[in-house]
């Protein structure tokens, strides 16, 4: 039996939607074969937050790239998984495209504006002779620094904009309500 845990404008989560991401190892979520736990839930949360703006924003996910990413996931292997699972394939698919199109949200709002000059980098090293690898890590780091802000920043805003509530008295850890053969997730 699936629970409804909380809902993202008006669309409700599932356990088993959170059990899904974390299964495939997408939308924030990591593989684990332990209790669904709060913290994961607001992960989805979040996660859905993003994807939800980047439909709104028209981003789309080339075909191609979904089946790429499809296949690096395990393809018809992880479709036969899904199936004994009782889990649709097409419902494990829709999560690795909105975990495809948050990634290119991220990239088109913010990564794409993420500039650091020479001067942010010999700021952040400090004096001396600094070789091109320490300046290249250096530069990468602030970077995702200011990629990283940003985005907090702005799921801020989201939270702030569209509400994400929990069912009230609906805490957890959860058991998920299938499991997955081990390697059958795309990460």
């Known amino acids: 039996m699936d629970s409804i845990l ?7 989560v599932t356990l088993s939607d959170v059990t899904l991401a974390r299964a495939l190892g997408v939308l924030g979520l990591e593989p684990s074969a332990g209790p669904i736990t709060d913290a994961e ?8 937050l993003v994807a939800r703006e980047a439909r709104q924003l028209d981003i789309e ?5 979904l089946d790429r990413a499809w296949e690096q996931a395990g393809g018809a292997a992880l479709a036969a998984r899904l199936a004994e699972a009782g889990v649709d394939p097409a419902w494990a698919r829709r999560q690795l495209e ?3 199109r948050i ?6 709002r913010f990564a794409a504006f993420a500039f650091v000059t020479d001067f942010d980098v010999d700021e952040a090293l400090g004096p001396g ?19 990283a802000r940003g985005f907090a920043a702005w799921r801020q805003d989201a939270r702030a904009r569209t509400p994400t509530r929990p069912v009230p008295g609906v805490t957890g850890s959860w058991s998920p309500p299938f499991t997955l053969r081990p390697g059958n997730g795309p990460r």
């Open 98 to 100: 909105d975990d495809l």
């Open 6 to 12: 909380a809902e993202v404008g008006s669309r409700p």
């Open 41 to 48: 839930v607001t992960t989805y949360l979040d996660a859905q």
């Open 61 to 65: 996910v080339p075909a191609a790239d």
């Open 103 to 108: 990634d290119r949200f991220v990239e088109m």
């Open 129 to 147: 002779q600094h070789d091109q690898a320490a300046r290249a890590a250096t530069r990468d780091r602030l970077r995702a620094d200011v990629i």
